[in-house]
């Protein structure tokens, strides 16, 4: 292997040895770029950006029918707690949290949810002051399913 590297270090010119094309180049690159007009420069917060649905945003839960869809299981940043109802559906999360701060937003949780129950949502402003504001409950994550319809579509065309 090194008798390999050494033909191909021994092919170079000496100025590719120096890296000045490579340094020319991207140079070229970065001029070129400054004197681009800036069409997609936005005024951040006058122009808000409409994510796709295709965007991950903070994990919320799919509100329907008054209750949410969630049958309680679990994942690493989430904590749940079941409990048994009389409905159509064996279980739902009396405690139901995500710590914001374990969340690296993967969507895992959405891919394994059999109730899509647990969607990406479009929320990408997340400030928290506090490690305890970032625990978020079954309050502030219900979210009502036709906010969240365009998301409801993506996941169904691409699973």
């Known amino acids: 292997m090194n008798n390999r ?14 890296y000045i094309p490579e340094i020319a180049r991207g140079l070229g690159i970065t001029f070129r770029q400054m004197f681009k007009p800036k069409d997609f420069v936005r005024q951040y917060p006058e122009q808000r950006w409409e994510p796709t649905g295709s ?5 919320v839960l799919v ?5 949410e869809r969630c049958v309680a299981c679990p994942a690493l940043a ?13 279980r739902y999360p009396e405690k ?3 710590n914001m701060l374990r969340c690296i937003f993967c969507s895992y949780c959405e891919e394994v949810c059999p109730e899509e129950a647990i969607v990406m949502s479009k929320d990408y402003e ?3 002051t506090s490690p305890q504001e970032a625990i978020l409950g079954k309050e502030e ?4 399913k036709a906010k969240l319809q365009d998301r409801l ?3 169904r065309q691409y699973k």
């Open 5 to 18: 590297k050494n033909t191909e270090a021994e092919r170079l010119t000496f100025w590719e040895k120096m």
């Open 55 to 59: 965007f991950r945003g903070r994990p």
């Open 63 to 67: 509100e329907e029918d008054g209750g």
């Open 78 to 90: 989430i904590e749940v707690q079941a409990g048994e109802t009389p409905k159509e559906k064996e």
């Open 96 to 98: 139901f949290e995500i």
């Open 126 to 128: 997340i400030v928290y």
């Open 141 to 144: 994550l219900l979210v009502p």
């Open 153 to 155: 579509e993506f996941l």
